[in-house]
Nanobody
C-alpha cells in the first residue's frame, strides 16, 4: 500500500535545529511534487516548502533563510532541515506528495501521518 512515512520530529529549544524526513513507499510510477505543510493548534494547515520536479523550490515567508527542503529522487524521499527554530514553528508537520501510483493513474494527492515539532525552553 502506498504511503508517506515521516520521521524526525521532537522537542527542541529555541534556536535549535531539527531535520524531518519523509519517504514514499509502495507502488510509485512518478512523483510530480513533494512538500511540507504544518498545522498549529487552532490554525489552518499551511504550506512550509515545496519542491516540484523540474522547478524551483519555494518557501513560506516565515521560514525563508531558516528552513531548507531537499530530496532524493532515487529514494522517493524529501527532507526538511529546520534551523534557528522559534516557538512559533511549533506545529504538526505533514509530508505531502502529488504522484501517480502506476502509468494509467491520474495525479493523486497523498499525505503523511504528521510529526510533532515543539520548540520550547
Amino acid at each position: 500500500q502506498l504511503q508517506l512515512v515521516e520521521s524526525g520530529g521532537g522537542l527542541v529549544q529555541p534556536g535549535g535545529s531539527l531535520r524531518l524526513s519523509c519517504a514514499a513507499s509502495g507502488s510509485i510510477w512518478s512523483i510530480n511534487t513533494m512538500a511540507w505543510y504544518r498545522q498549529a493548534p487552532g490554525m489552518q494547515r499551511e504550506l512550509v516548502a515545496d519542491m516540484p520536479r523540474g522547478s524551483s523550490t519555494s518557501y513560506a515567508d516565515s521560514v525563508k533563510g531558516r528552513f531548507t527542503i531537499s530530496g532524493d529522487n532515487a529514494k522517493n524521499a524529501v527532507y526538511l532541515q529546520m534551523n534557528s527554530l522559534k516557538p512559533e514553528d511549533t506545529a504538526v508537520y505533514y509530508c505531502f506528495a502529488v504522484l501517480r501510483p502506476h502509468s494509467r493513474a491520474p495525479w493523486l494527492n497523498y499525505w503523511g501521518q504528521g510529526t510533532q515539532v515543539t520548540v520550547s525552553s
